[in-house]
């Protein structure tokens, strides 16, 4: 029987309401990313689009974030994926979900569009905004180009959520602004090369409802990102020692829950049974010594403990 004392913590949140999460969170970022960059030119001025991709993949975080752990991308999810912090099971269901949020965003931009008088033709505005290379990206980037950027890019902001959310000691509510500010700067050189969205389900959902050669080169939007994903996730693996820390149960969920598997003692274990060893020893010898209260703020608020 539980204590009415004691809090009980709050109940993981079920997959579909995570999926539900990430469809809308990955909706959004479309309808934002796609809407703006019909209606600006991205190749030449890439501020508005990458601005708003930004602020929407943050606000998105904020608002579904301690659902699904808001990740919205699917080179997020296999950063997690390969990290450990997520089952494989789940890992294609939030990419499935992403997919499907990122079409309907774009099939309601289309739709948008459709009803501008001036815009005769949908799948033109849409081809503005469609990533490409070579002879179908605005600055002529090759396609060595786009992958290497592409690549690097995806890397850099899987390393950033990765970081940002990992550990006690990590600050929940600043993750989304860390996450969506990276996004925004990488855009910035992604938009003027060929529109590259540093996101796959993005890529796919705008080829929908583009020229046919958007669909053909969608491979290079696939591969490149997801290989920047991988080789950040297996950096982080190493760097936080998760091949030797099993990580238990599926912790796609808020960050706090997230972060909750990553937490390591901050000693060896057989550190710890030495020094309760020479402790009780010196106790034995000396005799009781009163216990005398430590106030120390700074760890205090470091460890959560300050303003409970």
Do not use: C
């Amino acid at each position: 029987m539980t204590s009415p004392v004691q809090a009980t913590p709050d109940p993981q949140p079920g997959l579909a309401a995570r999926l539900s999460a990430e469809a809308l969170g990955s909706m959004f970022v479309v309808v934002a990313a796609v809407g703006v960059g019909i209606f600006s030119n991205p190749g030449g001025a890439p501020l508005p689009v990458a601005l708003a991709t930004g602020l929407a993949v943050t606000v998105a975080m904020l608002a579904f974030g301690h659902v699904s752990g808001g990740h919205f991308n699917p080179v997020i999810t296999l950063g997690n994926l390969i990290a450990g912090r997520i089952r494989a099971v789940a890992a294609v269901a939030y990419v499935a979900a992403q997919i499907i949020g990122s079409v309907v965003g774009a099939a309601l931009i289309y739709f948008v569009v459709t009803t501008v008088p001036v815009l005769t033709d949908a799948r033109a505005a849409f081809d503005v905004v469609a990533p490409g290379f070579g002879e179908h990206a605005s600055a002529q980037t090759q396609m060595a180009g786009v992958l290497l950027v592409e690549v690097l890019g995806a890397a850099l902001i899987v390393a950033v959520f990765l970081g940002a959310t990992a550990g006690r000691r990590a600050v929940p509510g600043m993750a989304p602004f860390a996450v969506g500010l990276s996004m925004a700067v990488l855009l910035q050189l992604g938009q003027v090369l060929g529109n590259l969205p540093f996101n796959p389900a993005r890529a796919t959902a705008q080829a929908f409802f583009s020229s046919s050669w958007a669909i053909e080169g969608l491979w290079l939007f696939w591969v490149a990102p997801l290989m920047g994903a991988a080789l950040a996730g297996l950096a982080f693996r190493g760097f936080q020692g998760l091949s030797q820390s099993p990580v238990a149960g599926d912790l796609p969920g808020g960050f706090d829950a997230v972060n909750d598997a990553f937490d390591a003692d901050d000693e060896p274990a057989d550190d710890v049974e030495v020094k309760e060893a020479a402790a009780k020893s010196d106790a034995d010898v000396a005799g009781p010594v009163p216990a005398v209260p430590v106030n120390d703020d700074a760890r205090d608020f470091f460890d959560g403990k300050k303003g409970k």
